[in-house]
């Protein structure tokens, strides 16, 4: 059995699709991303990527879900545009821009390596 949509539900739809796109373009943007990157990344072309953050294709739930890994975020963060992580991120990417060479890379292994034990604690957990 078909199910049908009335005229509420498809605006609704429609309306969740535009904020969600458009969501993605000014999370990617805040966090430096280019659609080149984002699209190398998920394996899609550029066009696509512009697309979708328009609003001009229909975006499916694994690319919603590719963006969400690379952005570092949920699809309701990516939804509701959650403000305080960003404001911490933002924190976070202006005082690296004051690192040298060295220090990102050693700020980088630093986080590495934070995810590893976490991803380790949860196993262990389990």
Known sequence: MKKSFNEEQIRDKTDFVRTLSYNMQIMRKKLGFTQRYMAEQIGVSVNYISNVERGKTEITAYIVQKYCDLLGLTPNQIYNEDTN???ISDSLNDNI????KKE???AGETVKTLLKSRNYNKTTRE
Not at 97 to 100: A, E, Q, R, T
Request: charged share 30%; hydrophobic share 50%; no cysteine.
């Open 104 to 106: 990102i890379y050693i």
């Open 97 to 100: 821009l004051k690192l040298n």
């Open 85 to 87: 992580r960003i404001k």
